[in-house]
């Protein structure tokens, strides 16, 4: 077995962890989300390491000093980190030139050829899912033999090899808490809007919707969801208990936890029966009596992707959702005591002004407990990343996702709306959502009650306050 570091590099100091992956740019609230995309393959590879960089405020020197004891890195990144990530691949590649280094994620998934022509020190990248195809590299097999990866030989040509099945027995892959439990200090991971210390797992991959912006699904993950057994997943959970019984909340990561409902509801009593405090992602059109299921085995939020108040934006993105649906389901949720973190998304193709002063209302209506607000991202791969480049809404040769300081900027402009506006939008939906007397007085209770709701309350607002500030003087 080759002795192999899987790496989340250093970057941009408050770089978001988002999404269990390296997300696209600083964030309002600095957070971190588990690195379970390197932690799931390094649970395979036995006497492995992994290092999650950002959140552990680690630098180059001690991940310098690693390597000299390696075989081989595993690296994930990302569109926009993908150039810093090159220059830690050469500087480890400098450290020990017999190192192979490969890369992992949605860029080089899409883009291998691309990838191993801009990255002279990588080896090789996977593509798809890539979990298998690092542990067979890992024991040692011939890159010629290893299906799903792009890689070069000896002579510096570079050969893509046939494509790796999807995984379909997802009770196979092992559980991540063992890694998390080994490399990572899990008080390093926080998110606003989840209780501390948390932990976030997937019990599956894949989503059936069909949101052109979407970047997993379309890339990696694929649209079918694949799950894991209620039982599996129970398993992990007693056995995170048991690892850590500081753990407050459980956060399921799927992409669409609630695709499957009989499911989502079987997974709601196996966490009843544990007692223990649980969120997940959800689509705004799961019905009042699984919610309520849900709701009395311990569910406490879901993270919800509104994008739009819109209708015809949402029919644009292939959202396959009516507002008024969404509207009924928030005020559902609302009537069960379910919290919700809404996500909502400005410089989708149809805005205009006044959509994005109707979706700031609409935000305002249905009053999820937090919300978050993002410019819209044509990463490649995607369907919008093909629409904006057919239309003309971006120059590819100059379009960026982030600036030199990695705060994320409006790539997307259409002739009756500007970047500046899309940007300047975001600022605008955070300040009428949140500077409104019901909003304030409902934030001032939750603080009154909780000295640790006061606690995290005040430090979000001055993360939120220097992020603004930053924007301003970008």
């Given at each position: 077995m080759m002795r192999t570091l899987f790496l989340q590099p250093p970057s941009f100091d408050g770089f978001d962890g988002g999404a269990g992956s390296r997300y696209q740019a600083k964030r309002e609230i600095r957070s971190f989300w588990f690195p379970t995309w390197l932690a799931q393959p390094a649970a395979m590879v036995e006497g492995s390491r992994l290092i999650d960089a950002p959140p552990a405020g680690i630098g180059m020197e001690p991940i310098l000093k690693d390597v000299m004891n390696r075989d081989l890195v595993v690296m994930h990144t990302s569109t926009?980190?993908?150039?810093?990530?090159?220059?830690?691949?050469?500087?480890?590649?400098d450290a020990n030139p017999k190192l192979m280094i490969g890369m992992v994620g949605a860029k080089v998934a899409v883009q291998p050829d691309e990838s191993m022509a801009k990255g002279s020190p990588i080896d090789f990248v996977a593509r798809n899912e890539f979990d298998f195809t690092i542990k067979e590299i890992a024991e040692g097999r011939d890159l010629k033999d290893v299906d799903g990866i792009t890689w070069r030989n000896k002579d510096?040509?570079?050969?893509?090899?046939?494509?790796?099945?999807?995984?379909?027995?997802?009770?196979?892959?092992?559980?991540?808490?063992?890694?998390?439990?080994?490399?990572?200090?899990?008080?390093?991971?926080?998110?606003?809007?989840?209780?501390?210390?948390?932990?976030?797992?997937?019990?599956?991959r894949g989503c059936k919707s069909r949101?052109?912006?979407?970047?997993?699904?379309?890339?990696?993950?694929?649209?079918?969801?694949?799950?894991?057994?209620?039982?599996?997943?129970?398993?992990?959970?007693?056995?995170?208990?048991?690892?850590?019984?500081?753990?407050?909340?459980?956060?399921?990561?799927?992409?669409?936890?609630?695709?499957?409902?009989?499911?989502?509801?079987?997974?709601?009593?196996?966490?009843?029966?544990?007692g223990v405090t649980w969120s997940c992602n959800a689509k705004a059109n799961v019905p009042y009596e699984t919610l309520k299921i849900m709701k009395e085995n311990g569910l406490r939020l879901l993270l919800v992707g509104y994008e739009s108040g819109n209708q015809q934006i949402l029919h644009n993105i292939k959202k396959g959702m009516r507002v008024e649906t969404a509207r009924e389901f928030t005020k559902n949720c609302h009537k069960l005591g379910i919290k919700i973190h809404g996500t909502f998304i400005v410089?989708?193709?149809?805005?205009?002004?006044?959509?994005?002063?109707?979706?700031?209302?609409?935000?305002?209506?249905?009053?999820?407990?937090?919300?978050?607000?993002?410019?819209?991202?044509?990463?490649?791969?995607?369907?919008?990343?093909?629409?904006?480049?057919?239309?003309?809404?971006?120059?590819?040769?100059?379009?960026?996702?982030?600036?030199?300081?990695?705060?994320?900027?409006?790539?997307?402009?259409?002739?009756?709306?500007?970047?500046?506006?899309?940007?300047?939008?975001?600022?605008?939906?955070?300040?009428?959502?949140?500077?409104?007397?019901?909003?304030?007085?409902?934030?001032?209770?939750?603080?009154?009650?909780?000295?640790?709701?006061?606690?995290?309350?005040?430090?979000?607002?001055?993360?939120?306050?220097?992020?603004?500030?930053?924007?301003?003087?970008?």
């Amino acid at each position: 077995m080759m002795r192999t570091l899987f790496l989340q590099p250093p970057s941009f100091d408050g770089f978001d962890g988002g999404a269990g992956s390296r997300y696209q740019a600083k964030r309002e609230i600095r957070s971190f989300w588990f690195p379970t995309w390197l932690a799931q393959p390094a649970a395979m590879v036995e006497g492995s390491r992994l290092i999650d960089a950002p959140p552990a405020g680690i630098g180059m020197e001690p991940i310098l000093k690693d390597v000299m004891n390696r075989d081989l890195v595993v690296m994930h990144t990302s569109t926009p980190s993908f150039a810093s990530d090159v220059r830690v691949a050469q500087m480890l590649k400098d450290a020990n030139p017999k190192l192979m280094i490969g890369m992992v994620g949605a860029k080089v998934a899409v883009q291998p050829d691309e990838s191993m022509a801009k990255g002279s020190p990588i080896d090789f990248v996977a593509r798809n899912e890539f979990d298998f195809t690092i542990k067979e590299i890992a024991e040692g097999r011939d890159l010629k033999d290893v299906d799903g990866i792009t890689w070069r030989n000896k002579d510096g040509e570079i050969i893509a090899n046939r494509d790796r099945a999807m995984i379909e027995d997802m009770d196979s892959l092992p559980f991540v808490t063992e890694v998390y439990k080994r490399d990572l200090k899990i008080e390093d991971y926080f998110i606003g809007y989840l209780m501390h210390p948390y932990i976030s797992i997937y019990t599956g991959r894949g989503c059936k919707s069909r949101c052109t912006f979407c970047l997993w699904p379309q890339t990696v993950g694929g649209h079918r969801y694949r799950t894991r057994s209620p039982e599996h997943v129970a398993a992990e959970i007693r056995l995170a208990k048991q690892y850590f019984p500081q753990v407050k909340e459980f956060m399921f990561d799927d992409d669409t936890f609630t695709d499957d409902l009989p499911r989502a509801e079987a997974i709601a009593r196996e966490m009843g029966k544990l007692g223990v405090t649980w969120s997940c992602n959800a689509k705004a059109n799961v019905p009042y009596e699984t919610l309520k299921i849900m709701k009395e085995n311990g569910l406490r939020l879901l993270l919800v992707g509104y994008e739009s108040g819109n209708q015809q934006i949402l029919h644009n993105i292939k959202k396959g959702m009516r507002v008024e649906t969404a509207r009924e389901f928030t005020k559902n949720c609302h009537k069960l005591g379910i919290k919700i973190h809404g996500t909502f998304i400005v410089g989708l193709p149809g805005e205009t002004k006044e959509t994005i002063q109707e979706t700031i209302q609409f935000a305002r209506e249905i009053n999820p407990h937090t919300l978050q607000v993002s410019l819209a991202a044509p990463y490649p791969g995607t369907a919008l990343h093909k629409q904006a480049t057919e239309n003309g809404w971006f120059n590819e040769a100059e379009a960026e996702l982030i600036d030199e300081n990695g705060v994320q900027i409006a790539p997307l402009h259409y002739p009756h709306l500007s970047h500046t506006e899309i940007f300047n939008s975001v600022e605008e939906f955070y300040r009428k959502f949140y500077f409104r007397a019901p909003k304030i007085a409902s934030i001032v209770n939750e603080m009154v009650r909780s000295p640790q709701m006061m606690k995290r309350r005040l430090r979000e607002g001055v993360e939120f306050f220097q992020f603004l500030k930053g924007r301003n003087a970008a």
